[in-house]
């Protein structure tokens, strides 16, 4: 039952890009639900909270609520809930911004830089691990591989 | 600005393993919202209804919700408003099951696989395109490298 299939030269490429999908799902998701497990346990934490906190780290000088959002592609919904805890617990802040009375800055708190710095360290540690099957090699051609995902829809397909 | 880097050999291991998870992320996610926009665009539809539809069509004698959940690894909650706009399109029914007068079994109807293989015909098209840049070698080598991921964590460490 779990003998390997030779490679199948003759089926459609269209099926051997959609099993490669299919893979590409499968590890995605099974290192997230590791990541998502680990951080969970780890630290008492969540993988849109570690998102929320990398977005910042990345702009120390703040993000307005919806260039959070636009950065990290999700609903301003679910940012708000979080940014509300992180600023609880004093892991970022809100600020005003100078000459527009409504809107308002979200920047990481030192102590907030230091607890993603402890975050990103073990996050580092984990994927090393979880991706350790890979040797640089391997790893580097995958990377150059998957920057070809998705083909660039502005020019004109090759065949 | 948009100058390759040169392989940088020196750094860490995990910096390039590190590269190629975020880069994995990357590839993942683009695919997905082009297919959720697309979804929605040209069949009023989603990825997790999508996703249940596929499920159900993989198990024609039908599942429980819980199976359902497990299979989707989703929460119950989430699967149940689902089902219900699929049982009220006539996409999905609801059965009894034969001895457990509290269970239900999920199944798609005829009408519900007709537009199943309507979905997964364009969503195979959709994904031939999007991962287009690759050839079937390419494609092939990339699939067995994902293979990989994550590593067995029940197996030692090679270093």
Known sequence: MSARRPAQRLEPVSKTRLRLWLR?????????????????TEYASTLPRFDVMAALERHPDGLKMSELSQVLRVS??????????????????????PGDRRA???????????????LASAHETWI???LGDLDPGQAT?????????PRDSTE???S
């Open 104 to 118: 308002v800055l979200i920047r990481l708190t030192a102590k907030g830089s230091d607890e993603f710095d402890r």
């Open 24 to 40: 590409l799902l499968k590890a995605t998701r099974s290192v997230e639900t590791e990541l998502r497990e680990r951080l969970r």
């Open 128 to 130: 090393d691990a979880l």
């Open 141 to 149: 051609a995958l990377t150059e591989l998957l920057e070809r995902i």
């Open 76 to 97: 301003n919904g679910n940012v708000t809930g979080i940014v509300e805890r992180l600023v609880d617990d004093g892991i970022a802040l809100r600020e005003p911004v």
């Open 156 to 158: 004109e397909p090759s």
